[in-house]
């Protein structure tokens, strides 16, 4: 509590079956059980489960976070895995759809961010094999890679046409943890009969947590903002200030707000 705040902060491995820790899973709205509602009471964690030095888990978070969104930027459409723009693309040429410019536009611009974001990947590549750190850079690929995932399945079910429409793929509540754990698995039941297979659907469904999952879009681009463009930060008045400073800061306030009441 002496030290300002980012110093005080330790990094520790919590076992998921630490006494007091409780985990409620999440059912997206693909049927999936890809995340869990996690309330920790009174957990205590042996230090022998700390990583890094005491004080140094706020380098250790931004460093995890930024290979996070790496990983979740790589490969697939949605976050990593499922197919790819250039699957698409190939459906689309397959079955004739480059003859409609309006399609034609579309599947153009999607091959051009599908480039962009690859070369997007190689330069990131190349900056892990000499041994960096992800940096900002990877703010600005999961921003690239998120969007991109929303283009592609977007496109994918306005190609589908009224088939569209329909899921016809997977069936109620969690998928068994033997089957993987998300839409992005692609391990759901596929029997289907209207021509489209179901990971367009269940891709759809899952694409607006792109943006929201791995940091959000607000966040990712205020850390391109201040820390690639140089805009200046939000105003902090707590900045340097140690917790125990903060703490009797707002106790000071709400004493004075409370005399004038």
């Not at 999936?32 to 022998?48: G, K, Y």
């Not at 962009?116 to 690929?141: C, F, M, Y």
Request: proline share 7%.
């Amino acid at each position: 509590p002496d030290v300002p705040k980012h110093r005080g902060i330790s990094y520790f491995i919590c076992p998921t079956d630490a006494e007091g820790l409780t985990m409620s899973p999440i059912i997206d709205m693909t049927t999936a059980h890809s995340f869990n509602e996690c309330h920790f009471s009174d957990v205590r964690i042996p230090v022998s489960m700390r990583i890094g030095e005491e004080g140094d888990g706020w380098r250790l978070a931004k460093a995890t976070l930024a290979n996070e969104r790496v990983n979740l930027s790589a490969g697939g459409s949605l976050w990593g895995s499922g197919p790819t723009a250039y699957t698409l693309l190939d459906l689309i040429r397959a079955d004739g759809g480059l003859d409609d410019p309006l399609l034609r536009q579309k599947a153009a611009a999607l091959h051009i961010e599908a480039e962009l974001l690859r070369l997007n990947r190689l330069r990131t590549l190349s900056s892990r094999l000499r041994g960096e750190t992800p940096g900002p850079e990877a703010s600005i690929q999961k921003i690239m890679s998120d969007e991109h995932g929303q283009h592609v399945m977007a496109l994918a079910k306005e190609v589908a046409g009224t088939s569209g429409m329909l899921t016809g793929s997977g069936p109620p509540g969690p998928v068994p943890p033997r089957e993987g754990t998300g839409a992005t698995e692609n391990k759901l039941m596929v029997e289907y009969d209207h021509g489209v297979e179901p990971i367009w659907h269940y891709g759809f469904l899952f694409s607006p947590a792109l943006t929201v999952g791995g940091g959000t879009f607000a966040v990712q681009r205020n850390i391109v903002a201040e820390m690639v463009l140089g805009l200046p930060r939000e105003i902090n008045v707590e900045k340097g200030l140690t917790w125990a400073q903060t703490r009797r800061r707002t106790a000071g306030a709400e004493t004075r707000q409370g005399e004038t009441q």
